[in-house]
């Protein structure tokens, strides 16, 4: 079946340092794939979405791009900040035999500090 | 592992009746919940935070009388589309965090389907 796989954090970065986040997904047919991040007390918030395979997302300075054949979509910033402290969760959505159907990877925690 | 549980996992039903569809914390308790929903070939929207013991908090543009929330207890969360009508029809999904870990995981619900005839 479907399944997204991403980093285990948490990860700890020093302000500016280059943020890479791995995922790599299963999925039989053509997913969609998402980005979604999620501040402290908040609910989830997208932030980015590619649909087809070499399409490159991007928002906020993050970065990821569909990559077929490796079955990545690795989430990417050359700077982060401490305001990017938060959980991110990959995910993809395929048409399912109920319909589209979302499946999340676990979430991998970032702290950035001063 | 936690796991989230949603109930039912499909629903249909009549256009002007209401629909609850229920969100539990299985092995730790949840006192926030977030509940989200899926149009068709788009992402997931939040609708709404459901805190134990206190309101839900609606997000923007998310009729908080058409959408019922009940955080009844530390486990259990409870939807309810209010006379509900085909533009209802939606994958709702419900998540909450446990906090007991050393680092907070958000869990997912595996969703419920609704579609309104």
């Known amino acids: 079946g479907d399944s997204v796989t991403q980093m285990e954090g948490p990860v700890t970065l020093s302000e500016e340092a280059f943020l890479t986040i791995n995922c790599t997904y299963t999925a039989t047919g053509y997913p969609s794939l998402f980005w979604y991040v999620q501040y402290p007390g908040e609910g989830l918030q997208l932030l980015l979405k590619a649909t087809k395979a070499d399409d490159k997302g991007s928002n906020k300075g993050f970065e990821a791009t569909y990559r077929k054949e490796t079955t990545s979509f690795h989430l990417e910033k050359g700077s982060v900040q401490v305001s990017d402290s938060a959980v991110y969760f990959c995910a993809l959505s395929e048409m399912g035999n109920t319909g589209n159907q979302f499946y999340f990877g676990t979430g991998t925690s970032l702290t950035v500090i001063p | 592992g936690a796991v989230v549980s949603q109930h039912p996992s499909w629903v249909i039903c009549k256009s002007g009746t209401s629909v609850k569809i229920e969100c539990r914390s299985l092995d730790f308790q949840a006192t926030t919940m977030f509940w989200y929903r899926q149009f068709p070939k788009q992402s997931l929207m939040l609708m709404a935070t459901?805190?134990?013991?206190?309101?839900?908090?609606?997000e923007q543009g998310v009729e908080k009388d058409k959408f019922l929330i009940n955080h009844a207890s530390l486990t259990l969360s409870t939807l309810t589309v209010t006379s509900a009508h085909p533009e209802d029809s939606s994958f709702y999904i419900c998540s909450a965090p446990d906090l007991s870990a050393l680092q907070e995981t958000q869990y997912f619900g595996p969703g419920t389907r609704l579609l309104v005839l």
């Open positions: 459901s805190n134990e013991g206190s309101k839900a908090t609606y």
